[in-house]
């Protein structure tokens, strides 16, 4: 026993002796030690500090019109979530399985679907007078129009102008289909788009998006 | 009195023998072919104080004193310019026009704004000029005071903002002492930054200067405003003006801006009335409250919606045409587009993703019809690339917008036909509740994240506004940083209520822009404030000194996220196109281990700090307490830990 742990030490004592200084020293300018501040011990929430995620996406999945589109709530189910991180489209760097494992995307997918929902903006002062349209000139709303039931249930998708992101773009669809082909679509969508009607959106809903989403300009 | 001055370079001639320096008895310039030049720079003795004043000797009683400088001169250019504030760090090229300024001019409007860094002085100028709408001038040493300002005289350059820069040179060889006096002097001191001022001249004589120097006054507020720079020679200013010379100020004459001649106005009128969905896209369109409205008008008689790319601000944020949150639809829904004083006309029309490979496609429709009206069109320089890329416009206008939409406006509406005016009015409707959207949902983007901490970039925005918008207030630092929360969630009515980012994007700006911005303000009775990035910062530190210094009331509240982020992105593409380490993104991106303590930096500048704080719940109190600290009249900063964007 005795003899084991000497050879142990010497085994160390001699590692250190062998260690390159300069690895040695490069080894103080840690990845893990510049955003250690940032972790938390969530497996996941280290895995999405370490691997960057933060940085486009927010801490809380809250995203920036600078950087990366809000991740909270997360609007797509997890088979387009890894096609996604693996394979993206536009300016998010691909996360292949070598640098990212299956697991730790899942733990990363797992601390996304936990990030506790925003809170509606109506219940913060601050932000309901910005969002109450009687403050800001403009008329009350009957009901909302398709360009915003768009930005609300499609956008995510489709991209903010419809111009494509993880679905295709829907530039021009209604040259493809009219507004009663879109809307029966929606009803019955392909596979990998959400079912959103009759929830949540209503058949009035769905008719005004439709008309949005067809107009060809 | 003169006396005294005497015996002190008498008694300072004798401590230099008791030093062991020689004493010299003979003028240097009688001697200049037969004294070999020093080695090397030798430390101010009684040599040099004998190069310098000439010849001393004990028989002459009387000291040379200069009555009439002609830095007393260059002083008069400044007042008679109205010129409030000379930002400068010491620099014995300009010692003459310091002294001066002091002394013959009292300190006071010009007053000497003391910086520690030249960059901080060009800076400050900067931000000055967009508040105040007319330049102040930055006197800065020959060559290494000049090269440090070089990037904040870059930056205005590229943001159309006047400075008058005022470098001190001394051009005649024969006048320097060995050593530094020659590495600090210019064949053409102009050439360091020539690329990117709008004039330079370096006068020989003080009327040279006078009109050279009303002609750059003049060049700087002529749009496009750029910066400018004249060079004192040092000899002129400090040699005394003959009593028989008769110096004359010249009158300032300003000059009118370039507006748009009629023909022009008639083919972008025609295209306007003919769209059923017109786009204004402003930058730097607006140079005055007058500009803003202006922009309003047009927008209102065309039912237009406006895109605010926020060069300065050109449309109140509270008005529902002001719909810049949805840029990216608006350009791909447009028919015809008019540009004023943008940037990067090809930019706004096409795009290029961060992608491999850099595919650029239109994005506006392909038979939208373009207008550009910018002073850009005759106004381009070679060597830095700021032109953006060639864009073909349909009508291609080289005018000042603001001094062309009222002609503009006025042939719009002449035009206009009954059914047009209908056409437009049927609109409204549908534009303001377009405006309505977008508020609430850029509100309820802002709410993702609101307890977070570090605390989020929109409630840090938010509990500023809250606190600030019955007062008068302004803006003084890029909120794009922040996601332009500010923009998308303040009302912002008034021209001065925004300035604007770095026009270069050079790092280094935010400091010093922000307290010459502040300096604006305070003379305006307005309280400014600064969302200010820990990266730019680090930059310029110094400038929390200034601040301090001359008790200018600035509200800093840092957006710290620790890192240079735009590189944390740049970085992690890189390494993820190229399937490598994902960890090592914030090698050099991120400013961590050890984090920085800025409330101490603050501090110890003599600035009121708290911090960090990266509770959002702790921001109220904190922002109640430091601007209860600026009311008074004095700078403060709140270090806070942000989210990055």
């Known amino acids: ?217 | 009195m003169e006396d005294a001055k005497y015996l002190g370079r008498r008694s300072f001639i004798k401590a230099s023998v008791l030093a062991g320096i020689a004493t010299p008895t003979i003028p240097a310039l009688a001697k200049r072919e037969s004294t070999p030049a020093p080695s090397k720079v030798s430390p101010p003795g009684s040599a040099a104080a004998t190069a310098e004043n000439g010849a001393i000797s004990e028989a002459d009683d009387a000291p040379h004193l200069i009555h009439r400088p002609g830095s007393d001169f260059m002083v008069d250019l400044l007042k008679a310019t109205d010129t409030r504030y000379v930002s400068a760090m010491a620099g014995s090229t300009f010692r003459g026009l310091h002294e001066s300024i002091v002394n013959y001019g009292g300190n006071k409007a010009p007053e000497l704004i003391v910086c520690v860094h030249e960059e901080i002085s060009a800076g400050i100028a900067h931000g000055y000029a967009k508040v105040a709408n007319k330049p102040m001038a930055c006197l800065v040493h020959s060559t290494v005071g000049l090269l440090h300002a070089s990037m904040a005289i870059y930056n205005a350059w590229c943001d159309r903002a006047p400075i008058m820069v005022i470098a001190g040179n001394g051009l005649d060889a024969t006048k320097r002492r060995p050593g530094v006096e020659w590495v600090h002097s210019a064949q053409d001191l102009g050439a360091l930054v020539r690329e990117y001022i709008k004039y330079d001249d370096a006068p020989i004589s003080l009327q040279h200067y006078a009109e050279s120097y009303m002609r750059a006054h003049e060049l700087s507020m002529t749009p496009p405003y750029e910066p400018v720079m004249i060079v004192a020679d040092s000899e002129l200013q400090e040699e005394e003006v003959d009593a028989d010379i008769e110096l004359r100020i010249p009158a300032p004459a300003p000059v009118s801006p370039p507006a748009a001649p009629p023909e022009a106005i008639d083919r972008a009128a025609d295209i306007l009335l003919a769209a059923s969905a017109p786009l204004i896209v402003a930058d730097r369109a607006a140079r005055s409250q007058r500009g803003v409205e202006l922009i309003v008008q047009l927008a209102e008689i065309l039912g237009a919606p406006v895109i605010d790319r926020a060069g300065r601000l050109n449309m109140p944020t509270t008005h529902f045409l002001c719909q810049t949150s949805l840029q990216n639809t608006l350009i791909r829904e447009a028919d015809a587009i008019i540009g004023l004083e943008l940037t990067d006309l090809w930019g706004t029309i096409n795009s290029v993703p961060d992608v491999p490979g850099r595919p650029s496609r239109r994005v506006a429709r392909p038979e939208a019809k373009v207008i550009g009206i910018s002073t850009g069109y005759g106004y381009v320089r070679s060597v830095v690339q700021d032109a953006q890329r060639y864009f073909a416009a349909d009508v291609a206008i080289a005018a000042d917008a603001e001094a062309s939409l009222p002609s503009l406006i006025t042939a719009i509406d002449r035009k206009m036909s009954g059914a047009q005016r209908e056409a437009v009015a049927a609109k409204k409707a549908r534009l303001r509740s377009a405006y309505a959207e977008m508020r609430a949902s850029d509100a309820a983007a802002a709410a993702i994240g609101w307890d977070a901490s570090p605390i989020s970039t929109a409630r840090l925005s938010m509990e500023i506004w809250e606190q600030i918008k019955d007062l008068d207030w302004g803006l003084v630092s890029n909120h794009a940083f922040i996601s332009s929360w500010p923009q998308r969630l303040w009302d912002f009515t008034k021209y001065h209520q925004y300035i604007g980012g770095e026009g270069g994007y050079g790092v280094g700006y935010g400091a010093p822009a922000a307290v010459g911005a502040a300096l604006a303000h305070r003379d305006a009775d307005r309280i400014a404030v600064a969302i200010q990035c820990d990266g730019d910062l680090m930059m310029l530190p110094g400038t929390l000194w200034t601040a301090a210094h001359h008790r200018i009331p600035l509200l800093m509240v840092m957006h710290n996220n620790r890192s240079w982020h735009q590189e944390t992105m740049h970085l992690k593409r890189m390494a993820g196109r190229r399937d490598r380490d994902p960890h090592t993104w914030a090698v050099g991106t991120t400013i961590t281990d050890p984090e920085i303590d800025f409330a101490k930096i603050a501090k110890g500048m003599g600035v009121y700090a708290e911090g960090p704080i990266s509770k959002p719940a702790e921001l109220k109190g904190a922002l109640s307490r430091a601007l209860a600290v600026v009311r008074s009249g004095q700078p403060a900063l709140l270090d806070t830990l942000t989210q990055m964007r």
């Open chain 1, 1 to 217: 026993m005795r003899k084991l742990t000497f050879a142990v030490a010497c085994c160390v004592f001699s590692a250190m002796l062998l260690r390159d200084p300069v690895e040695a020293r490069l080894g103080a300018q840690s990845s893990d030690a510049l955003t250690a501040p940032y972790e938390t011990r969530d497996p996941g929430q280290r895995q999405y500090v370490r691997q960057g995620c933060y940085q486009c996406h927010g801490l809380v999945g809250q995203g920036s019109i600078l950087s990366g589109p809000s991740l909270s709530p997360l609007r797509i189910d997890s088979d387009a979530f890894r096609r996604y991180v693996r394979n993206p489209k536009g300016a998010m760097p691909p996360y292949t399985k070598r640098v990212l494992a299956d697991a730790d995307l899942d733990s990363i997918e797992a601390f996304i679907r936990s990030l506790p929902p925003g809170r509606p903006y109506k219940t913060i002062p601050a932000l309901a007078r910005v969002g109450s349209s009687s403050d800001h000139a403009a008329e009350p709303q009957l009901s909302p129009s398709g360009r915003a039931i768009y930005q609300r249930h499609c956008a995510a998708c489709h991209g903010e102008s419809r111009e494509g992101g993880i679905a295709p773009s829907l530039i021009g669809a209604g040259r493809k289909r009219d507004v009663a082909a879109i809307a029966a679509l929606l009803a019955n969508p392909p596979r990998g788009m959400p079912k959103l009607s009759p929830q949540p959106l209503t058949n009035k809903d769905v008719e005004a998006v439709a008309r949005f989403v067809a107009d060809v300009r």
